[in-house]
């Protein structure tokens, strides 16, 4: 127990949640082994961060210091897990005398994905990207529809979707689908974003909404680099219709972005080949009728 007034260190499962939920990349240490006098014995664990900062421990000293190094190694090498062995007096220099294995596993937080609009077309998004593995956030102003029971597993606020764009703060691993019933409201959403770092900026919309909003963002200041940065109309062409074939079709293109698989043409560019070939069509169709 605690002394009175005494200041209770966080448990190492209360600062692996709260770091997820800051979107942290991070590895968990666990000795899962431990003969002889050691520090710490089987089952102790501990967390460091990508920047280094650390929960809990599994011992201090040479066998902390050196398996901190191994943990900051593998974040930097792109994840995985290793596992560290030392007899301590021999391989570190210390007095314990044991020896003392050392389980490393990175842990990836969670993407996460802010939803803006809780419409329609936002709650089987929302579904089938908590079912993908990401952690979902909904925006919208509308009491009614920002209802935590129509998105499970999802975190729900009731607040106004441009003024919750404008208080976010992201990071470049972070997305963004804009789904709101306004197009103005999009407008303002689109514009905070795309100031923002985010590793994808989605909104639904057709051909001519995004000729629009090019116009209007590349009035406004915004570089060609910002605007290009908005992908719309959103999802894989896969001739989507329903609301859940659209959502479909969106956590596919999330899901291509993620695994850095993006196919080559999206609905953008599927949308303009589609044209271009009735448009051959047609003229051969003209020709034919001539003759």
């Known amino acids: 127990m605690h002394a009175f007034g005494e200041a209770r260190e966080p448990d190492v499962w209360e600062v692996l949640a709260r770091w997820r939920g800051e979107g942290r990349r991070m590895a968990m240490l666990t000795v899962v082994e431990s003969r002889g006098f050691t520090p710490q ?56 005398g044991g020896e003392m294995v050392v389980y490393i596993e990175s842990l990836e937080a969670p993407p996460r994905l802010f939803l803006f609009g809780a419409g329609y077309i936002a709650r089987p998004i929302a579904a089938l ?24 597993g999802a975190a729900v606020h009731a607040q106004d979707p441009a003024d919750a764009a404008r208080a976010l703060e992201t990071t470049g691993a972070d ?11 999009d407008q303002r959403i689109v514009q905070e974003l795309l100031r923002k770092p985010l590793k994808f900026t989605g909104m639904i919309g057709s051909l001519g909404k995004l000729a629009k909003f090019r116009r209007r963002l590349e009035s406004r200041g915004f570089t060609p680099e910002q605007v290009a940065r908005l992908r719309t109309p959103l999802g894989l062409p896969i001739g989507a219709q329903t609301p859940e074939e659209i959502a479909v079709s969106v956590l596919a293109e999330l899901v291509a972005v993620r695994r850095e698989t993006v196919p080559d043409k999206g609905w953008e560019e599927a949308a303009r080949a589609r044209h271009r070939r009735s448009r051959v069509a047609d003229a051969k169709s003209t020709e034919g009728s001539d003759t």
């Open 41 to 96: 014995k089987a089952g102790t664990r501990m967390l460091v961060d990508a920047a280094g900062a650390t929960a809990g421990t599994i011992g201090g000293g040479a066998i902390e210091h050196e398996a901190l190094r191994e943990a900051r190694a593998l974040l930097e090498a792109g994840g995985g897990a290793i596992t560290v062995r030392k007899q301590l007096t021999q391989d570190l220099g210390m007095c314990c």
């Open 129 to 152: 990207a908590t079912g993908c593995g990401f952690a979902v956030t909904v925006y919208d102003g509308r009491d009614e529809w920002a209802a935590a029971s129509r998105f499970p």
């Open 175 to 185: 997305y963004a689908i804009v789904v709101t019933h306004d197009h103005d409201l």
